[in-house]
Structure formats: C-alpha cells, structure tokens
C-alpha cells in the first residue's frame, strides 16, 4: 500500500484485527505488495498515491470504509482476477474482511517518472 495511516489506523483499527501484509519489491519503478488478511481483519487505513494492479489468489468479500464520509461499500474479489486502479488523487480508506474466505492479493504499484 503507498501511504500507510499509521495513526488513524492505530485509533480506529485493534492490533489483533489487522492484516499481514509485506512489501516484497520496492526499487525505482515498483512497489509490490502481497496482502493476507482473515475474516474480521482490516486492511489499516492507508492511501494509494500510485496506479496499481491488484491481483486475487481467491474469492472473499470486503467491506470498504472510505476517509471522507462516504457509507462503506462491498466489494467481491475473484480468484485470478486481475484489476488495474487509477487512483488519481487517490483517498483513504480500511478494507475488511466480511467472508469467510481471506482476502489473498499482491498490488503492483507503478512508479511514475
């Protein structure tokens, strides 16, 4: 993830309900990201700043909070889908875990040059 929320995450999110994530490359043109986040478990809140492409290795159901009020919204990952975001100016948001099935996902952030 491009920015993590240390503090907004730290208020709103208990350590034992985030997610395992690890930053597997980060160089000049790329920042790859492998996600495994449990049933109950958030993302932390963080903020792309970066186009990116998520891939899912399973299926699960999220629950997406987003930073400037808006209501959370669901979303259904595939297993092998791969989805590219534009994210803009990007903006906050916490992703947890509603199924069953964990969420498992590498994002492959694009540096821009």
Partial sequence: MSQKLDEKTRAEVPE????????LID???TR????????GQSSGWHKHDLDYVGYHFGDSEVKIER????????MASKKGAATFYEVGGGFDHNV??????????LEIEYKKG
């Fill in 16 to 23: 034992d309900k985030r997610g395992h994530y690890e930053v």
């Fill in 27 to 29: 160089n000049e043109t």
């Fill in 32 to 39: 790859i990201t492998f996600h495994h986040i449990e049933k």
């Fill in 67 to 74: 930073g400037d009020g808006d209501a959370p919204s669901a």
């Fill in 96 to 105: 947890t875990v509603l199924s069953d099935n964990p969420l498992i996902a």
